[in-house]
T-cell receptor, first 115, second 113 residues
Framework: GDSVTQMEGPVTLSEEAFLTINCTYTATGYPSLFWYVQYPGEGLQLLLKATKADDKGSNKGFEATYRKETTSFHLEKGSVQVSDSAVYFCALTTAGGTSYGKLTFGQGTILTVHP | EAQVTQNPRYLITVTGKKLTVTCSQNMNHEYMSWYRQDPGLGLRQIYYSMNVEVTDKGDVPEGYKVSRKEKRNFPLILESPSPNQTSLYFC????????????FGDGTRLSIL
């Protein structure tokens, strides 16, 4: 079956530091890839997505590139802010088969940014 | 405002007392789904619905029921809750198209004593 593996957290950074959260996947079909963010006490919000190889998703200064050859979708941001403190989830969905577009999630990475 | 609304947000209850968590979306989405979130496990799908009167099991359906009598509503029912169902629950919806991103509610934290 499909699976997503994220780097283990928690990740603690100082403001303006560079962020990388690693994400790799295995999928039986050709997946679409997502990063979701969960701020304290809130639901998941879509941060960015990519639907085919070499696509780069970007939003709010975050970026991730769909790398089919390494089955990866690492999240990066050049300069984090305190307001970026949240839990980040990598996820995939595949069309067809019996998944019907189910989202498969990684375990989540807690990011804390200090002033 | 486009949104997925869950109620209640928090609930503490006891083993065996039936409960229902409601979910409603105002985006006219065909697909709706329930997930549970547990530390170190990410989110796992409980049930999903492709459209009215069409539901199916996800990865962890044991102990849960759902119904989809109207397009906008997708309640999650725990007929005899047990402590291992203590978790954070999310409802989600998306439009037709399996690669479309899903929109999530704010979550319901259930504690079963």
């Amino acid at each position: 079956g499909d699976s997503v593996t994220q780097m283990e957290g928690p990740v603690t950074l100082s403001e303006e530091a560079f962020l990388t959260i690693n994400c790799t996947y295995t999928a039986t079909g050709y997946p679409s890839l997502f990063w979701y963010v969960q701020y304290p006490g809130e639901g998941l919000q879509l941060l960015l997505k990519a639907t085919k190889a070499d696509d780069k998703g970007s939003n709010k200064g975050f970026e991730a590139t769909y790398r089919k050859e390494t089955t990866s979708f690492h999240l990066e941001k050049g300069s984090v802010q305190v307001s970026d403190s949240a839990v980040y989830f990598c996820a995939l969905t595949t069309a067809g088969g019996t998944s019907y577009g189910k989202l498969t999630f990684g375990q989540g990475t807690i990011l804390t940014v200090h002033p | 405002e486009a949104q997925v609304t869950q109620n209640p947000r928090y609930l503490i209850t006891v083993t065996g007392k039936k409960l229902t968590v409601t979910c409603s979306q105002n985006m006219n989405h065909e697909y709706m789904s329930w997930y549970r979130q547990d530390p170190g496990l990410g989110l796992r799908q409980i049930y999903y619905s492709m459209n009215v009167e069409v539901t199916d099991k996800g990865d962890v359906p044991e102990g849960y029921k759902v119904s989809r009598k109207e397009k906008r509503n997708f309640p999650l029912i725990l007929e005899s809750p047990s402590p291992n169902q203590t978790s954070l629950y999310f409802c989600a919806s998306r439009p037709t198209g399996e690669r479309q991103p899903q929109h999530f509610g704010d979550g319901t934290r259930l504690s079963i004593l």
